[in-house]
């Protein structure tokens, strides 16, 4: 083998050696969607393309209020079969009774969502406008709150109801930066690394501020042993496997709310055994059947598998207002 032949495979077995790396610190990466987000409490994101594909026989048909029939009808976009890909950064307000409620978002949105007749509807709808970076940022009035909007790219939007422009500012910055792998806010770097690979949906930081009534986490209606400032890691997979971990402050709060949760798992377990036998219950049952709570250290654990007819029938219902509406408050 000659010289020239021996550098010829060097430089190949190099470019092939980046191409791996570049492959491999992708795959690790958050999704761009979440890059882009700005410093926040807690991020939220679903693939939901994915979502679709698997589901679409089992899900059903939502139920446009006549306001968001009219949205769509305005703009040629229907985001439940256009919206690929949701990533929400939820922001603590200082005074959760004042005017902009205790949880502000800012959220980019991926798919077939931009186009000439959403400018226009945002032109229409705007009572200001800004330019930053090279984009429009359209300011939409909604109860009491100014939701901003901007198109950043031929397939995705930049909104946020911030009651400052800061965060929607932040968005556009790092979409400049967006192709470096590990770019993104404090949280992706501090948590990410535990979202299971190829996860559905996941959250990191305090995703359950939304949720937050007195303090404490509710969801429909039940009061759950966890702060709503809790840092939680939360994922679903494709099987199903939901997988939520909270990091408590101490072992010792680790052990009281792991025991709390387990106590309540075993009475939501005697009290559904007495409902009917449809398709949404026995979702329900399947889901508390196989829930799981342990505790390693400071950290508990909860496991559970979710059905496709639970998933259906939660991904069902009615859609939301488009953006300016009270949907958006």
């Known amino acids: 083998m000659n010289r020239r032949t021996r550098r010829t495979l060097w430089i190949v077995a190099a470019v092939l050696l980046v ?52 949205f769509i009808d305005a703009v040629g976009i229907d985001p439940e079969h256009d919206l690929d890909e949701a990533a929400i950064a939820l922001h603590r307000m200082a005074d959760p009774n004042g005017p902009n409620g205790p949880v502000a978002y800012s959220m980019v949105l991926v798919g077939k969502i931009t186009g000439k007749r959403l400018n226009a509807w945002l032109d229409s709808h705007a009572t200001s406008r800004e330019s930053y970076a090279g984009h429009t940022i359209y300011s939409i009035p909604s109860e009491g709150r100014t939701v901003r909007v901007a198109q950043i790219g031929y397939d995705m939007v930049a909104v946020s109801n911030y009651p400052a422009p800061e965060m929607i500012h932040s968005m556009l910055d790092r979409h400049s930066t967006a192709a470096w792998p590990f770019a993104g806010s404090t949280l992706l770097r501090q948590h990410y690394h535990e979202v299971p690979l190829l996860s559905l949906a996941w959250g990191v930081g305090q995703i359950g501020l939304p949720f937050n009534e007195s303090g404490a986490i509710s969801v429909l209606g039940l009061s759950l042993p966890l702060e709503a400032d809790s840092t939680i890691i939360a994922s679903f997979g494709w099987t199903g496997s939901l997988r939520i971990v909270e990091i408590a402050p101490s072992e010792a709060v680790a052990a009281r ?17 007495q409902l009917n036998g449809n398709t949404e219950n026995n979702g329900l049952k399947e889901l508390l059947k196989t829930a799981e709570i342990t505790r390693k250290h400071d950290r508990v654990v909860v496991t559970a598998s979710v059905s496709r007819s639970l998933f259906s029938e939660a991904a069902g219902g009615e859609s939301a207002p488009p953006v300016g509406s009270g949907a958006s408050k």
């Open 19 to 70: 191409l791996a790396a570049a492959v491999f610190l992708r795959s690790k990466a958050p999704p761009e969607a979440a890059r882009l987000l700005p410093e926040s409490d807690g991020i939220l994101y679903i693939n939901l393309k994915p979502v679709r594909s698997f589901f679409h026989k089992d899900l059903k048909p939502p139920q446009h209020a006549a306001e968001y029939q009219q």
């Open 257 to 273: 709310q792991a025991a709390a949760l387990q106590m309540l798992v075993t009475l939501a377990r005697g009290f559904t055994v």
